[in-house]
């Protein structure tokens, strides 16, 4: 593809880099085979919807979706990829029944093997994932597609306007044969300055609320107590999808408090599980115990004692965060107290918990901006103010309750944007398909 004249340069000349990437960071090597197109070839000849999403926020997203097109196209196969090792191994969980894959480089010739293996009739993107030659070859193949949730900061529309103008091949792609389902009026609107017909551009809301849960069960909740032992008079603080330099202020913070909270406990959840070890050594530099979630659940196989109460916990597992989020008193959401754009704070605020999080939040810009204006969560900007606000919060139960109520409310009545993306989705698929 035409493109690749862009791409191949730049892979060869970051080659001596790529090499060394893969030879000393295991989770880059993970799914090579499959990045590179060498997956395993669709069984039959069924229709096929081939549906992505870039990490495990966009397949938690999608999984209440991908259960309606279960139901609404029976005779068809669905596929699902995700670029990312643990956005394959949530997939994997989460839908054991269809093929999981790794989405392939966006290399002509690679993405031209993946469409002959899994020769989809139709697409569905979750959130921003517009890849040029992937794009390109989705028009060259005549497959439409459909991208729900979709999100788009201005600098890809910059971006994409230019890509647009070099290459008419890429511009085709992104006007035809495509529906755009956006989060936002804001999101629409930079859609639309992509050239993209307005009728082909519907603002259907957030799923994201769809799937998030507004109570827990407790049968796990206690079970996760016990792991942890938490008693019912413990203080818990969570700090959940945390990146490097937060665990740090975060044990700060917890042993400032902890010196008038004598019952206060931390349990941290890294956003990337290969930083775990290093996030154990931190904890351990700087005078604590760390216990990781892993260990917890082989020393109550084996029968051992469990001394975790002494210590802070490290969950080293995937697809627990909304569970560990049940056990808190307290929330601080992690990659926003450094410039990582923020994680789902709406996940703990769907359990009713008091929040805190930092700056950075431009991944999740609506979603702070309407926790913050109904009072609903607290913004700090240093570690200085997380210690305050977080003192405040877990010295003042009534009105942290009621901050998480209000929060728990927002989630509530955001709810709906799943069946409004799938109808519409059932009705673009539907001159091709027979939907009885």
Not at 50 to 61: F, Y
Not at 89 to 110: Q, Y
Not at 302 to 328: F, H, M, P, Q, R
Request: glycine share 6%; charged share 25%.
């Amino acid at each position: 593809m035409f493109l690749d004249i862009i791409y191949i340069p730049l892979i060869l000349l970051s080659s001596p880099y790529i090499v060394f990437t893969l030879l000393t960071k295991k989770k880059f090597r993970v799914g090579l085979k499959q990045r590179l197109g060498f997956i395993k070839k669709r069984d039959g000849n069924k229709p096929c919807i081939w549906i992505h999403g870039s990490s495990v926020g966009e397949i938690m997203t999608g999984r209440t979706l991908i259960k309606g097109i279960e139901n609404d196209f029976p005779c068809f196969d669905i596929v699902v990829s995700s670029w990312t090792n643990t956005g394959v191994e949530t997939a994997k969980k989460n839908f054991k029944d269809k093929l999981i894959f790794f989405f392939p480089l966006d290399v002509g010739l690679v993405i031209n093997r993946v469409f002959k293996k899994i020769r989809p009739t139709y697409m569905i993107f979750i959130e921003l994932e517009i890849w040029p030659n992937f794009f390109i070859m989705t028009e060259k193949q005549k497959v439409p597609a459909v991208l729900v949730n979709g999100r788009i900061s201005e600098k890809s529309v910059r971006f994409y306007r230019r890509l647009g103008l070099f290459s008419k091949s890429f511009y085709d792609s992104i006007v035809h044969n495509k529906i755009y389902l956006a989060r936002t009026n804001t999101d629409a609107d930079r859609f639309a300055r992509l050239s993209i017909p307005p009728e082909n551009i519907k603002v259907t809301g957030t799923m994201k609320y769809d799937n998030i849960k507004v109570n827990i069960d407790e049968f796990a909740k206690c079970e996760l107590m016990d792991l942890f032992c938490i008693s019912s008079s413990d203080i818990v603080l969570v700090g959940g999808s945390t990146h490097n330099g937060e665990e740090e202020m975060l044990i700060n913070v917890f042993a400032s408090l902890r010196k008038e909270i004598k019952d206060l406990r931390l349990i941290l959840v890294p956003r990337h599980i290969e930083r775990v070890n290093d996030v154990t050594a931190l904890i351990e530099k700087m005078g604590f115990a760390a216990f990781k979630k892993s260990s917890l659940d082989m020393d109550k196989s084996s029968g051992k004692s469990n001394k975790s109460k002494d210590g802070i916990i490290v969950v080293d597992t995937i697809g627990e965060l909304i569970d560990v989020y049940s056990l808190a008193d307290c929330v601080f959401v992690g990659r926003s107290l450094v410039p990582m754009g923020g994680q789902n704070m709406m996940e703990p605020a769907g359990l009713a918990k008091p929040v805190i999080f930092g700056p950075h939040t431009f991944n999740f810009e609506e979603e702070s901006k309407l926790l913050l204006e109904n009072d609903a969560a607290k913004l700090v900007n240093n570690q200085e103010e997380l210690l305050h606000m977080t003192r405040y919060l877990l010295l003042n139960p009534i009105l942290s309750k009621d901050m998480g109520l209000r929060a728990q409310k927002i989630v509530s009545k955001n709810r709906g944007a799943t069946d409004i993306n799938l109808a519409i989705i059932k009705k673009y698929f539907k001159s091709e398909v027979n939907l009885s």
